[in-house]
């Protein structure tokens, strides 16, 4: 689970040797599926930082130290449950007339893929506000449905059959769960946080010395007593302004999660139960069979390289096959972290004489690029740096990549320390 805080009031104490390394190696692993030329893929990713609480209310819980807290969600074993999420992104990124969802798409499925693919379908939670219907009934069996207008998505887990289904377009995807999967033999992950739960087991991830973490009082989510943590970045240059999560005072299990930025206004991220059971889902919740007509796609037909979760070949240069106008990315140098805690800076090389930015990027990409980059200049040289109200990435004119959820001042500082 997340790291836990060693000061019960305020921080997140200090790390053990063991405890910084995990902490380093998480950021590099998270750094490490950044799609450079697609700020939208990197917002999407870092979902798992986001909200802010509506209370309904202050139940008269006991006392309790935010270490007893932490401690609480790490030792959370709620198997079964039902319920209605409610999740609203606000990125702060510019109407594209739609050319941006087209983009991180492109940006996580090939041409030939499904709709119905829950890396095609779940990116869409990285804008706007969405209903979700969820159901768990152990590690072998879940079920997320997106609920639209005038049709549903679903993803269902039963076993070792992974199934999403596209009610709009009639299309079904298949894939077998992956039993080496870190959550536990069988558990069907999907690409983006979408639960309060999951979004709070990212973002305590970035728990360390670095951060402050207190208990905020209690407050009522979806008819249930809870106590809230706040998490702030002690550092100054970070676009994490605070997240605040609602912990179940009975289960330990977050009911939601919130994260504005450090500018202020609307929250980020926010999400939310709005409608919870612990009660056993009933067995039909988790049945799927193939409509008559569907067209069905396997997994291993659709060329991912790993079924149902894409994103994490090896090669950078494959996750980023489909996004139009990304083919001078491949050959990319390693990557490494400058810095540390929440003002951290991801960095590479693309290898290349210059990155693709503006009208320079061909296609779909270059109109997305060119119409909201910022031109800057520095020690290192010139480039362009591409902002959401989250993460920030500066280009380098000779070809280097700064990313991370820090100011644009930050990236220019990082930038110029790094000649």
Not at 33 to 59: K, Q
Not at 349 to 358: Q, Y
Not at 402 to 415: E, I, M, P, S
Request: proline share 5%; charged share 25%; no cysteine.
């Amino acid at each position: 689970m997340a790291p836990k805080a060693s000061d019960d009031t305020t921080t997140g104490g200090e790390s053990t040797g063991a405890e910084a390394d995990d902490l380093r190696l998480g950021r590099r692993k998270a750094a490490r599926y950044i799609v450079p030329v697609t700020v939208i893929g990197v917002a999407a990713a870092t979902i798992g930082l986001v909200p802010a609480l509506a209370d309904s209310g202050d139940p008269d819980l006991p006392k309790i130290t935010a270490q007893q807290l932490l401690d609480k969600i790490a030792a959370s074993d709620v198997q079964q449950l039902s319920g209605t999420v409610k999740i609203s992104t606000d990125l702060g990124l510019p109407d594209l007339g739609g050319l941006e969802s087209g983009l991180l798409s492109g940006a996580t499925r090939g041409g030939d893929g499904s709709s119905a693919d829950p890396s095609t379908k779940l990116t869409e939670l990285a804008a706007g506000t969405h209903t979700l219907r969820v159901a768990t009934d152990g590690p072998d069996r879940q079920k997320l449905s997106l609920l639209e207008n005038a049709a549903e998505y679903s993803v269902i887990h039963n076993g070792k059959d992974v199934w999403g289904y596209d009610s709009a377009s009639n299309e079904v995807y298949h894939s077998t769960a992956d039993e080496s999967s870190e959550k536990g033999s069988g558990t069907a992950e999907t690409p983006v946080p979408a639960t309060p739960e999951e979004l709070t087991e990212e973002a305590l991830k970035a728990v360390d010395d670095t951060t402050s973490v207190t208990v905020d009082g209690t407050v009522q989510v979806a008819g249930r007593d809870a106590y809230k943590l706040l998490v702030k970045p002690k550092q100054s240059g970070s676009t994490v302004g605070a997240i605040s999560m609602a912990v179940d005072a009975k289960t330990g299990l977050p009911l939601k999660f919130t994260l504005t930025p450090a500018s202020g206004g609307a929250a980020v991220v926010d999400a939310g139960f709005t409608q919870v059971s612990f009660a056993k889902p009933a067995a039909s919740t988790f049945d799927f069979t193939a409509p008559k007509g569907a067209k069905v796609t396997e997994g291993d037909e659709a060329g991912e390289s790993a079924p149902g979760h894409p994103g994490k070949s090896d090669d950078l240069a494959k996750d980023l096959e489909g996004v139009e106008g990304a083919e001078g990315l491949e050959g990319l140098d390693g990557l490494n972290v400058l810095g540390e805690g929440w003002t951290s800076v991801a960095v590479f090389d693309t290898g290349g004489e210059g990155m693709p930015s503006g009208a320079e990027a061909g296609g779909d990409l270059g109109g997305f690029l060119g119409s909201f980059g910022d031109k800057v200049t520095g020690k290192f040289g010139s480039g362009t740096v591409f902002s959401t109200r989250l993460i920030n990435a500066l280009m380098t004119d000779d070809g280097k990549v700064y990313v991370g959820a820090v100011t644009k001042d930050a990236l220019v500082k990082a930038a110029n320390a790094a000649k």
